[in-house]
């Protein structure tokens, strides 16, 4: 009784901090513009079935895939169990299931068990390549700080669920073999029916009953854990990386974004009549300088990523040594929405009127814009299918059309195509190569 | 003459079954005035009549664009735009990838509508139709070669295997450099790159792809853009490889076969 009351008052508030941090993370990417993402549903539900579901771009590298994968599917699996405890939490049973299911039961737990091991394996593997192998995509400047301690946090969190599930299913087993009363049989699961014996076979039966209850709580206690930190981490990628897929472009990645303001008053300097359907948009800021001007769907991708760095690792400017890195991209734009999104949420500034002195700007500088060769390297090495591209050519443009800013090289490409219609001013003929 | 201008054609009362876009590049720079003739030559020998626009094409607006200067793209974009759809152009193909994406995937928001191909495209579809035939044999005939994707044909538009069908009918020994296809590694020339000097950094991008070129120990270096036919060039002259190892666009190695 007492237990139960615990759990619901646990439970209780761990939902309502998860709900405040969640809510808070909708309000943020909702700082973007809107934009409408529709049609084509076939191709989207593709993306979301092969590339988040099925994981299909990690496979690119096939050992981090494979760990990740044990991951992943033990995550998921999990899932069952927890329905369970949360029916023994509340009502103060104890393996509700069991009974009901029979050898159905056993094989569930089992595969759990299976997976919480690989899982476990995994675990370790990943904290030594970010912290003794010193993989080089963990070891850029933008993780210094928070993101390597979120990273690793996050890995200790997964081998204290996995303890949980150990110490609560040896315990029970090791109690159902003694006959202890309220353990009933489960028949034997994969891995706790040997470990349990071993580890807890010489202890009393009160201490197997505390490792049990300590393994449960333990477990559960995580779980809550990781739902309220969520919203905080990186680790939001397992649930964002659904809709990011989703909403994701589907046009050709050498396609950049239309812009129906401008290409407006082009064609009435040009005397040249409207397309139809009529071309919208309004005047003002040309290109995004901030969260305000950035769409939605790029601060959905801004908290979808996981900073993985695979697109840091295969951009050719990166590579060569420069400052640019589309993870930094990423994560400047979730940490300016984080910013912006706390000072609205404070009341001491609104969003339509919005000016704390700073912008997009103050974190991602031009020399970053500059060094990118739109190669979409990063766009292609993705898992989730995020497009740092997209929101360093928006930047660009603000530089450009806003700021009349940018590498003063530029300008005499953009005098010789303006003027003489090259990228390049030439004194010959166009067609001199003929002759 | 190699090339008629769409005009010229027009006053013969003839209209051209494909426009042949040549780009600024194509047009002006030395290296790939010499591709722009190559190809000139492939499509008389396989006997496609085409035109060119001459001085009526101005620059596809990709540096532009790619640069952040969206009212100078949708300026040069309208009037070629014009220009095309007065000619009342249907297929083009271009030697240049930058040129190929912007009409192929930015052009039709814009009002111009057309079938547009690389030339790796449509010299395959004229194999493949037997309007041109290859002579056994040629230079290239097994010798150790490798071909780098460039990023606007490959990853922007996701065309890998009508350039690698190619050097297949060349019957060159092809290898791949470690980072090709989908996983290519940019030349460095891309997003207005190439009118700018290299932000501070350890090298240039060039030179990396270059030396990942030359771990293939090739005897020839394949690309298929204008850009990367000259940072490829830059790279090897840097590593002092210029002499022994040439780069060749596509359409230059069919020639010698025809």
């Known amino acids: 009784m007492l237990q139960s009351l615990l759990f619901i008052l646990v439970a209780g508030s761990a939902s309502w901090f998860a709900w405040k941090g969640f809510r808070q993370v909708w309000l943020n990417i909702h700082l973007g513009k809107p934009e409408k993402v529709a049609g084509n549903a076939g191709e989207?539900?593709?993306?979301?079935?092969?590339?988040?579901?099925?994981?299909?771009?990690?496979?690119?590298?096939?050992?981090?895939?494979?760990?990740?994968?044990?991951?992943?599917?033990?995550?998921?699996?999990?899932?069952?169990?927890?329905?369970?405890?949360?029916?023994?939490?509340?009502?103060?049973?104890?393996?509700?299931?069991?009974?009901?299911?029979?050898?159905?039961?056993?094989?569930?737990?089992?595969?759990?068990?299976?997976?919480?091991?690989?899982a476990f394996v995994a675990t370790i593997i990943f904290l030594s390549r970010r912290n003794l192998l010193r993989v080089a995509r963990f070891q850029k400047p933008e993780l210094k700080g928070f993101p390597t301690r979120d990273a690793n946090l996050i890995l200790l969190g997964e081998i204290i669920l996995i303890t949980g599930i150990f110490c609560m299913n040896g315990g029970d087993k090791v109690l159902q073999i003694r006959g202890v009363e309220?353990?009933?049989?489960?028949?034997?699961?994969?891995?706790?029916?040997?470990?349990?014996?071993?580890?807890?076979?010489?202890?009393?039966?009160?201490?197997?009953?505390?490792?049990?209850?300590?393994?449960?709580?333990?477990?559960?206690?995580?779980?809550?854990?990781?739902?309220?930190?969520?919203?905080?981490?990186?680790?939001?990628?397992?649930?964002?990386?659904?809709?990011?897929?989703?909403?994701?472009?589907?046009t050709a990645k050498g396609h950049m974004e239309n812009m129906p303001e401008i290409q407006k008053e082009v064609r009435i300097m040009m005397g040249l009549p409207p397309l139809s359907p009529p071309e919208g948009g309004e005047g003002g800021e040309f290109g995004a300088n901030d969260v305000f001007s950035l769409s939605w769907q790029n601060i959905l991708q801004a908290y979808s990523c996981t900073e993985c760095g695979r697109c840091t690792a295969a951009c050719p400017a990166n590579i060569t040594g420069k400052k640019l890195s589309p993870r930094k991209v990423m994560m400047d734009v979730r940490d300016r929405a984080e910013e912006v999104g706390k000072e609205i949420a404070s009341g001491k500034q609104q969003a339509a009127s919005y000016d704390d002195g700073k912008s997009l700007f103050d974190r991602i500088t031009p020399e970053e814009l500059h060094a990118c060769t739109t190669c979409n390297a990063c766009v292609e090495?993705?898992?989730?299918?995020?497009?740092?591209?997209?929101?360093?050519?928006?930047?660009?443009?603000?530089?450009i059309l806003t700021q009349s800013a940018g590498p003063a090289e530029w300008l005499p490409m953009f005098n010789s195509i303006e003027n003489g219609g090259a990228a390049w001013a030439m004194s010959e003929a166009?067609?001199?190569w003929r002759d | 003459m190699l090339a008629k201008t769409i005009a010229e054609l027009q006053s013969e009362g003839r209209t051209p079954e494909i426009l042949f876009w040549v780009g600024c590049a194509g047009s002006f720079d030395a290296r790939a005035q010499k591709v722009t003739r190559a190809l000139c030559e492939i499509l008389n020998h396989a006997e496609v009549e085409f035109a060119i626009l001459g001085s009526e094409e101005r620059c596809s607006g990709d540096p532009a664009r790619r640069a952040g200067n969206e009212f100078l793209f949708q300026m040069t974009a309208a009037m070629n735009i014009e220009t095309l759809n007065m000619?009342?152009?249907?297929?083009?193909?271009?030697?240049?990838?930058?040129?190929?994406?912007?009409l192929k995937n930015e052009y039709p928001e814009l009002g111009g509508n057309y079938e547009v191909v690389h030339h790796t495209q449509l010299i395959n579809e004229l194999i493949a139709n037997g309007k041109l035939k290859l002579k056994e044999g040629g230079d290239f005939k097994g010798q150790r070669i490798t071909y780098h994707?460039?990023?606007?044909?490959?990853?922007?538009?996701?065309?890998?295997?009508?350039?690698?069908?190619?050097?297949?009918?060349?019957?060159?020994?092809?290898?791949?450099?470690?980072?090709?296809?989908?996983?290519?590694?940019?030349?460095?020339?891309?997003?207005?790159?190439?009118?700018?000097?290299?932000?501070?950094?350890?090298?240039r991008i060039s030179l990396e792809r270059i030396e990942e070129a030359l771990e293939t120990n090739p005897t020839a270096v394949v690309a298929n853009c204008p850009f990367c036919l000259t940072m490829l060039q830059d790279g090897l002259k840097a590593k002092e490889k210029n002499e022994q190892i040439p780069v060749y666009d596509l359409s230059e190695m069919i020639l010698t076969r025809l």
């Open chain 2, 149 to 203: 994707d460039s990023c606007y044909l490959g990853r922007a538009n996701d065309v890998y295997e009508a350039p690698r069908a190619l050097l297949e009918s060349l019957d060159v020994d092809l290898v791949e450099m470690k980072r090709s296809r989908k996983n290519g590694l940019c030349c460095g020339a891309g997003g207005a790159q190439m009118w700018k000097e290299d932000e501070p950094g350890e090298k």
């Open chain 1, 44 to 118: 989207r539900w593709r993306n979301v079935f092969l590339i988040a579901l099925g994981q299909q771009k990690m496979f690119k590298n096939w050992l981090p895939a494979v760990l990740h994968l044990f991951i992943y599917v033990a995550f998921v699996i999990t899932q069952v169990e927890l329905i369970e405890i949360f029916v023994d939490g509340i009502f103060g049973t104890h393996r509700f299931f069991a009974p009901y299911l029979g050898g159905f039961y056993t094989f569930v737990i089992s595969s759990i068990e299976v997976l919480s091991v690989l």
């Open chain 1, 182 to 250: 309220h353990y009933h049989l489960t028949g034997d699961f994969a891995v706790s029916t040997w470990l349990g014996p071993a580890l807890f076979g010489g202890l009393s039966d009160a201490a197997v009953v505390a490792i049990e209850r300590f393994g449960w709580w333990l477990h559960i206690f995580t779980v809550f854990g990781f739902l309220c930190y969520l919203p905080y981490s990186k680790h939001l990628h397992i649930i964002l990386a659904f809709p990011n897929t989703w909403y994701a472009r589907l």
């Open chain 1, 381 to 399: 090495a993705c898992p989730v299918m995020i497009n740092p591209l997209d929101i360093i050519l928006q930047m660009r443009r603000h530089e």
């Open chain 2, 87 to 102: 000619y009342g152009v249907k297929k083009i193909v271009t030697a240049c990838p930058h040129c190929f994406n912007t």
């Open chain 1, 430 to 432: 166009r067609e001199a």
